[in-house]
C-alpha cells in the first residue's frame, strides 16, 4: 500500500469514526429531549389534575355547607308565583339553592374528565381506581341531597316519601358538614380519598 493509500484509509476511517460518533450523540441527544419532554407533559397534567382535584374537593364541601344563605334561594317568576303555595315557593328556592351548588360540582367533574383520560393512557388504570372513590362518595352526597329534596318537596306524595324515609334509615346521614375542626365521618373519608390521589401525583411534579 502506497503512502497516499494509507492516508486515504487513514481518513476515510476518522471520517467514519466521526459519523458513528455524530450519531451516537445525536441518538443519545434525542433520548434525552424526549425524556424531558414526557417530563413536562406528566408535570403539566398532574397539576391541571391537582387543581381540578381541589376545587372539586371545594365544591362538594359547597354542597354540603349547613347555611343557606338568602342570594342563593330564588323566588319564582311573579306569573308562576301567583299560583304557587308558601310552601312551594320557599321549596322552589331550596331547589334551585342545591341545583347551582350541585352544577359547580358537576362543573368541577367535566374539568376533570378529559384529563383523566389522558393519564390513564400514559399511566394506565391505577390513578382511575383512586378517583373511583371520591366519585362513589359523590354519589353517595347526590342521593342523599335527591331525597331530601323529594322530602321537602310539597307535591311529592306520601308514598313515596315514606319510601325514601325506609331507604334512608340504612344510609348514614351525610347531608350537612358539621364544620368541626376534626371533620365528620364523609368528610374525613372524602380527605383520605383526596390525600390518597395526592400521593400518586405529587411524585410525578418532581420531573
Not at 73 to 98: C, H, L, N, V, W
Not at 156 to 182: F, G, Q, V, W
Request: aromatic share 10%; proline share 3%; with cysteine.
Amino acid at each position: 500500500m502506497t503512502c497516499s493509500e494509507l492516508v486515504v484509509l487513514v481518513r476515510d476511517l476518522i471520517l467514519s469514526g466521526a459519523a458513528i460518533t455524530g450519531a451516537v450523540v445525536a441518538i443519545k441527544g434525542l433520548s434525552t429531549w424526549q425524556r424531558q419532554l414526557k417530563g413536562q407533559s406528566e408535570y403539566d397534567l398532574s397539576r391541571r389534575i391537582l387543581v381540578s382535584l381541589f376545587k372539586y374537593r371545594d365544591a362538594i364541601n359547597g354542597v354540603r355547607h349547613p347555611a343557606m344563605w338568602a342570594y342563593e334561594m330564588p323566588t319564582p317568576p311573579d306569573e308562576e308565583a301567583k299560583g304557587m303555595s308558601r310552601d312551594q315557593i320557599r321549596f322552589y328556592g331550596t331547589s334551585k339553592a342545591y341545583q347551582a351548588r350541585w352544577d359547580k360540582v358537576q362543573n368541577e367533574r367535566t374539568n376533570l374528565y378529559a384529563d383523566l383520560l389522558e393519564a390513564e393512557a400514559l399511566w394506565g388504570d391505577e390513578l382511575k381506581e383512586l378517583f373511583k372513590v371520591v366519585f362513589d362518595l359523590e354519589h353517595e352526597l347526590f342521593t342523599s341531597i335527591r331525597h331530601y329534596i323529594e322530602l321537602i318537596n310539597p307535591d311529592t306524595n306520601e308514598a313515596s316519601k315514606e319510601a325514601i324515609r325506609n331507604i334512608d334509615k340504612k344510609r348514614r346521614d351525610i347531608m350537612y358538614d358539621d364544620l368541626s375542626d376534626e371533620g365528620d365521618e364523609y368528610k374525613n373519608d372524602f380527605k383520605v380519598g383526596v390525600e390518597n390521589i395526592e400521593k400518586y401525583l405529587k411524585p410525578k411534579l418532581t420531573h
